[in-house]
């Protein structure tokens, strides 16, 4: 399976008439946050395959059609897909293309903007999760496969800077649950010598400022 993901910034390669001839053989898209809907909903109509998506901090104009009130709840939601082709899993678990996927959306808190959230927040949202991980890992032989984050793990591809900073949520979440791939965006990469990849016990922490594709038939991601 490929798998195509998407964050932060609108791709040429991506957003181009060759986007079928390039990327028409994925099987999956996703969107980690901080795309317009435009953008996702133009991947979705031009590929016709599932694309799944979380929110960031910016580019949240479509947010309260996805999401009650303008701070996050771990609950209520008003519409997963609207009319964009693009499904949102923001603090929720999706089945698609065989996989189970977690959407984990937003940064750490640093000026009380929208879709941000302190650790102690994060953290609540995780543990809200547990009783659909355990039920997975029970009846489905594994708890989740893909985890999918705006932003990176505490540590692992994040920033000092308050607003780069990762959640220590996730590691526990990889640690326990052993998802095969974490997703995030939020940290831009300006040279393409910067590292993308990061294997945290058994799952590969993947960055995916503007695009990369993930083949989990051979885990490569490129």
């Not at 028409?24 to 395959?49: C, H, K, N, T, W």
């Not at 910016?58 to 693009?86: E, I, K, M």
């Not at 900073?165 to 095969?180: E, H, K």
Request: proline share 5%; net charge neutral.
């Amino acid at each position: 399976m490929k798998i195509l993901c998407v964050a932060d910034t609108v791709d040429p390669l991506v957003d181009s008439v060759s986007i079928k001839k390039r990327f028409g053989d994925v099987d999956l898209v996703l969107g980690a946050g901080d795309l317009p809907m435009e953008y996702l909903s133009f991947i979705a109509s031009a590929l016709d395959r599932p694309v799944l998506f979380v929110f960031g901090n910016h580019n949240l104009g479509d947010l309260p059609f996805y999401r009650q009130g303008a701070v996050s709840s771990p609950f209520p939601a008003f519409d997963f897909q609207r009319d964009s082709g693009a499904t949102y899993i923001g603090f929720r678990m999706h089945r698609e293309a065989g996989l189970i996927v977690m959407g984990l959306g937003g940064s750490l808190r640093y000026n009380d903007g929208r879709n941000q959230f302190t650790q102690t927040q994060m953290w609540l949202r995780v543990l809200a999760r547990l009783p659909a991980l355990l039920f997975n890992r029970l009846f489905r032989g594994r708890a989740v496969d893909v985890v999918l984050t705006h932003a990176p793990p505490r540590g692992i591809h994040d920033r000092e800077d308050r607003c780069h900073q990762g959640f220590d949520a996730f590691l526990w979440l990889m640690r326990v649950f052993t998802p095969r791939y974490l997703v995030h965006g939020h940290v831009h990469l300006y040279d393409a010598r910067e590292n993308r990849l990061t294997t945290y016990g058994e799952t590969v922490v993947c960055n995916a400022y503007g695009h990369f594709l993930i083949d989990t038939g051979d885990g490569h991601a490129r």
